[in-house]
C-alpha cells in the first residue's frame, strides 16, 4: 500500500497571501496524483489531477507540481473560499487508492 | 450537469446491515467507473471500494472486503454499497464518487454523503 504523507497538518495564512501545501508518497506514483478542496460540512471537490492538471472551473491560482514522490499544490493570493482542508491522494498503483490526511488551510 | 445523490444511510446496531444507493444523473452512467469513499467524524477520507462502469471488476478496501458488496444497475443510473457485519468503526459519512475517466482511479464528482452510525 502507498502511503501519502501531507505537511504541515496546519497552515495559518493572512488573506492575500501564497500558500504551499506538501504531499509526499512513500513510493513512485509518477504523475498520478490528485488534489481535493473539503469545506466543512461539504465534499470534497477535485482540484488537479495528473499532478498539475486544474479540473474543470478551478481557479488559475491553484496549481499544482512535482512527480515520483514528492509533490506541491500551490494557492496564490488566498481569497476567503479558499480557507479549508486539502488532500492529496495517489491513483497510481491500486488498489488500494490512498489519500494523505489532510492540511488545513485556516486564517491567520 | 452531473449530480450524484446518496440514500440509505441510518443508524444501525454492531453486527447489522444497511444498503446504501448512489443515484446519477447527467451523465452516460456505464462509462465510468464509480467509488465508495468514507471519511469517520472528524477524520480524513479514506477509500472504501470501486466498480466498473460495466460492472464486471470490483475492489475494496482490506477494511471491508467479506463485508461490503459494491454493485450497480446501469438500467438505473445506480450504484450501491451493501454493509454487512456492521462494527462500530464503520461510522462515517459515506461519499459516491464519480471516476475522472473509466477506471482512473481519481474522482470528480462527488454526492454530497450519507451518514451511517453504527451503535447500540
Known amino acids: 500500500e502507498i502511503v501519502m504523507t501531507q505537511s504541515p497538518a496546519t497552515l495559518s495564512v493572512s488573506p492575500g497571501e501564497g500558500a504551499t501545501l506538501s504531499c509526499r508518497a512513500s513510493q513512485s506514483v509518477s504523475s498520478n496524483l490528485a488534489w481535493y478542496q473539503q469545506k466543512p460540512g461539504q465534499a470534497p471537490r477535485l482540484l488537479i489531477y495528473g499532478a498539475s492538471t486544474r479540473a474543470t472551473g478551478i481557479p488559475a491560482r491553484f496549481s499544482g507540481s512535482g512527480s515520483g514522490t514528492e509533490f506541491t499544490l500551490t494557492i496564490n493570493s488566498l481569497q476567503s473560499e479558499d480557507f479549508a482542508v486539502y488532500y492529496c491522494?495517489?491513483?497510481?498503483?491500486?488498489?488500494?487508492?490512498?489519500f494523505g490526511g489532510g492540511t488545513k488551510v485556516e486564517i491567520k | 450537469e452531473v449530480q450524484l445523490l446518496e440514500s440509505g444511510g441510518g443508524l444501525v446496531q454492531p453486527g447489522g446491515s444497511l444498503r446504501l444507493s448512489c443515484a446519477a444523473s447527467g451523465l452516460t452512467f456505464a462509462s465510468y467507473a464509480m467509488s465508495w469513499v468514507r471519511q469517520a467524524p472528524g477524520k480524513g477520507l479514506e477509500w472504501v471500494s470501486i466498480?466498473?462502469?460495466?460492472?464486471?471488476?470490483?475492489y475494496y478496501a482490506d477494511f471491508v472486503k467479506g463485508r461490503f458488496t459494491i454493485s450497480r444497475d446501469n438500467s438505473k443510473n445506480t450504484m450501491y454499497l451493501q454493509m454487512n457485519s456492521l462494527r462500530a468503526e464503520d461510522t462515517a459519512v459515506y461519499y459516491c464518487?464519480?471516476?475522472?475517466?473509466?477506471?482512473?482511479?481519481?474522482?470528480?464528482?462527488w454526492g454530497q454523503g450519507t451518514m451511517v452510525t453504527v451503535s447500540s
Open positions: 464518487a464519480k471516476d475522472l475517466r473509466n477506471w482512473a482511479g481519481a474522482f470528480d464528482i
Open positions: 491522494q495517489q491513483y497510481n498503483n491500486w488498489p488500494p487508492l490512498t
Open positions: 466498480i466498473s462502469g460495466s460492472g464486471a471488476s470490483t
